[in-house]
């Protein structure tokens, strides 16, 4: 099933490979990827997604770059002077504008590797190294375009900060990749919106290095084409008493991925993840966390909701892990579904795993229908059917959308979900 597209790919490895920007990280996540190999059905964190339709495709790994592309309707108005352009899956700083960005450097990932050539390179060795997800391996293989973001200690950054990931063209598979480091005491507001044309996939990653006391909170809007996809990875690292706080809504696609590996890594480190998707027609949304508690005092808090209509389909993987030194961990997570349509299905797994034993932790997971003395109560006042229906859906999704930090995000986060 694998056979075409891993040829393709092992073409288009070859004329990375002879790029001056190649570098020996690529190499090594090649070299780990091929002995992984591509997904099937049968890899557990893989089981429920449609891989065979996107197998069965021919893509262009190396789209052509537009020159002058029309950006500025997607760009949200609190980020007209502060937005980062991905662009067919290569950093653009011709369309990037950061000048209401104080405090905070954009280089290219070929720049960053000579400025922070030390910090790159250990980050580098030990994220491909443990790296076990294929989609993450290829994107470390194929990015040598990417961006790198540094945050200046104590720095807060006010003004939020629009991460465009822009394909333009049908058939395309790019790997558009970010690195961000916050500095200690630092601040920023990322908000991350995904445009996909149809037949592309996009498989995007974001790494995250928080020092103590910094703080970032991730939104994440998806604006899919129906045959489009979105395989986003985030991984992160936080020091004593970091925060991340992310958020991700979508209304699915053919192939939409998020997986999120976070280490707590230093005391009083915590993070909050949520995710919400109203999937329609045959749309597929796939979720999977793991949390790791690496210390005394951390937390974590994972919210994930889903609505499915039609013959749409979601699974939900969480795991939080709570090492043996962690002690006087606080950890939640819970994952809950709401079914439309006797052909929708939802597939939940929660996962705890503690080893040390002065923990407070519990994870849970519901699927259910729309309760009818609700949808009573709202046709007894008027209210037709086809309303009252889109009004509980949004009722039962708001919890996780009004933690959007940008009231436009937001609001274009309500409108892709209707």
């Known amino acids: 099933m694998t056979q075409q597209i891993e040829k393709d790919l092992q073409v288009f490895f070859e004329k990375e490979a002879e790029s001056s920007l190649f570098s020996p990280f690529q190499q090594k996540a ?3 990827f091929q002995s992984m190999g591509l997904p099937t059905r049968k890899n557990p964190a893989f089981k429920y997604i449609p891989l065979k339709d996107l197998y069965s495709k021919t893509f262009d790994f190396s789209p052509p770059q537009e020159l002058h592309p029309n950006i500025s309707a997607l760009i949200y108005p609190e980020c007209q002077n502060s937005f980062v352009t991905f662009l067919n899956g290569v950093f653009s700083p011709t369309l990037s504008n950061l000048t209401e960005c104080e405090g905070l450097s954009l280089l290219s990932f070929d720049e960053a590797s000579q400025k922070y050539q030390t910090f790159l390179h250990n980050r580098m060795t030990k994220a491909v190294a443990s790296e076990e997800d294929p989609f993450a391996l290829l994107n470390y293989a194929f990015s040598k375009r990417g961006a790198f973001i540094y945050i200046s200690p104590k720095k807060e950054v006010i003004r939020p900060l629009q991460i465009l990931l822009l394909t ?9 990749r970010l690195h961000l480091f916050g500095g200690k005491g630092s601040f920023i507001n990322l908000l991350l919106s995904h445009d996909g044309q149809n037949k592309s996939i996009t498989d995007a990653l974001i790494d995250i290095t928080l020092e103590e006391d910094a703080k970032i909170n ?7 084409a129906l045959s489009s996809g979105l395989i986003f990875s985030c991984r992160a690292t936080l020091k004593e008493r970091s925060t991340l706080t992310s958020v991700a809504a979508t209304a699915g696609a053919s192939l939409s991925r998020h997986d999120y590996h976070i280490s707590l890594l230093g005391e009083g480190a915590g993070c909050d993840i949520s995710g919400a998707w109203v999937l329609k027609e045959k749309c597929q949304h796939h979720v999977r966390t793991f949390v790791h508690h690496r210390a005394e005092k951390t937390h974590s808090r994972q919210k994930f909701k889903g609505v499915l209509n ?31 349509s006797e052909k929708a299905y939802a597939y939940t797994r929660p996962n705890l795993e503690v080893f040390a034993d002065d923990v407070k932790a519990s994870h849970g997971a519901t699927i259910g229908q729309i309760n009818g003395d609700q949808l009573f109560y709202l046709k007894a006042r008027g209210i037709d059917e086809e309303l009252a229906k889109m009004l509980l ?6 919890e996780v959308i009004e933690k959007i930090s940008s009231p436009s995000c937001r609001q274009r986060a309500y409108t892709s979900l209707n």
């Open 30 to 32: 090649w070299t780990q």
């Open 218 to 224: 991730v939104n994440l809007i998806e604006q899919n």
């Open 168 to 176: 333009t063209h049908e058939n395309s598979f790019v790997f558009p």
């Open 393 to 398: 859906v949004r009722g039962f999704t708001q």
């Open 310 to 340: 039609d013959f749409s389909r979601s699974s939900f993987e969480g795991m939080i892990f709570v090492d043996s030194i962690a002690q006087k961990t606080e950890a939640y997570q819970v994952n809950n579904n709401l079914l439309l």
